[in-house]
Nanobody, 122 residues
Framework: QVQLVESGGGLVQAGGSLRLSCAASGSIFDIDSMAWYRRAPGKQRELAAAITSDGRTTYADSVKGRFTISRDNAKNTVDLQMNSLKPEDTAVYYC????????????????WGQGTLVSVSS
């Protein structure tokens, strides 16, 4: 069984910074993609940023230039550095691990964290 545990959410003023961290635990052979999604109040969940095992990154247009995603493949961790935060960044942020294998020949899994709340005050 693979689990994701997030940390680092909280309340911050507009213009401030927060860093989210996510650690995958369990029997893990490899993880292809790790990502941060977010769900703002009254809105659908959306991708904020993603990173593949070889370091390719994807960002939502709304966070480009402000957020930076990074990962440590050896530790199975992914971080999201969020700078210049805006009130519209307020959301529950979810860590996601996609195409997770527990062995070389296992089927692929997708795993979600429980979410961490980021609140940005104006």
């Amino acid at each position: 069984q693979v689990q994701l545990v997030e940390s680092g959410g909280g309340l911050v003023q507009a213009g401030g910074s927060l860093r989210l961290s996510c650690a995958a635990s369990g029997s893990i052979f490899d993880i292809d993609s790790m990502a941060w999604y977010r769900r703002a109040p009254g809105k659908q969940r959306e991708l904020a940023a993603a990173i593949t095992s070889d370091g390719r990154t994807t960002y939502a247009d709304s966070v480009k230039g402000r957020f930076t995603i990074s990962r440590d493949n050896a530790k199975n961790t992914v971080d999201l550095q969020m700078n210049s935060l805006k009130p519209e960044d307020t959301a529950v942020y979810y860590c996601n691990a996609d195409r997770v294998r527990t062995t070389l020949y296992s089927r692929y899994l997708e795993v979600w964290g429980q979410g961490t709340l980021v609140s940005v005050s104006s």
